[in-house]
């Protein structure tokens, strides 16, 4: 087996930041975890080129989670046929920032999600921090 493919087994796998993903929503408190069943969770390798244009970006390793949705507080009573709430996580940038940084993948993981998690609920970067306290 050669270096690369030695590297290759400890790389953490899509399924390992899905499950990481899922830890940190189902911490997260009430009510917030309740409303939280019908977001779609997806973890990708990296963003195309329309998903970069939308947020705009330039390049794919700059994106590492995205919300897709109408935020709770935005949401009307005769809202309908809309497509559900989507978080994704882009596993790459993901992995490039956790080998850069001295934090977990887990505690980074869980940072992203949560940040992605306070979009669907249309909070600020500060009720964000806080939220993500309450998780660990």
């Known amino acids: 087996m050669n270096l690369a493919e030695r590297l290759s ?3 953490p796998s899509a399924d390992a930041i899905h499950a990481i993903a899922r830890r940190t929503m189902g911490r997260l408190p009430a009510p917030f975890a309740d ?4 977001i779609v969770l997806r973890i990708e390798e990296l963003a ?3 998903t970069l244009r939308n947020v705009g970006l330039d390049h794919p390793m ?13 949401r009307s009573v005769g809202q309908s ?11 790459r940038p993901i992995l490039a920032e956790w080998s850069s940084s001295r934090d977990s993948l ?4 869980a940072h992203i999600v949560i940040h992605e998690v306070g979009h669907h609920f249309g909070f ?3 009720d964000m921090h806080a939220l993500e306290e309450a998780a660990e």
Do not use: C, F, K, N
């Open 9 to 11: 087994l400890r790389t």
């Open 35 to 38: 409303s939280l069943d019908d």
């Open 48 to 50: 195309d080129a329309e």
């Open 62 to 74: 700059q994106l590492s989670g995205l919300y897709e949705g109408v935020p709770l507080h935005l």
């Open 81 to 91: 046929g809309t497509l559900p709430e989507r978080i994704t996580l882009y596993r």
């Open 106 to 109: 887990d505690r980074l993981v």
């Open 124 to 126: 600020s970067d500060d």
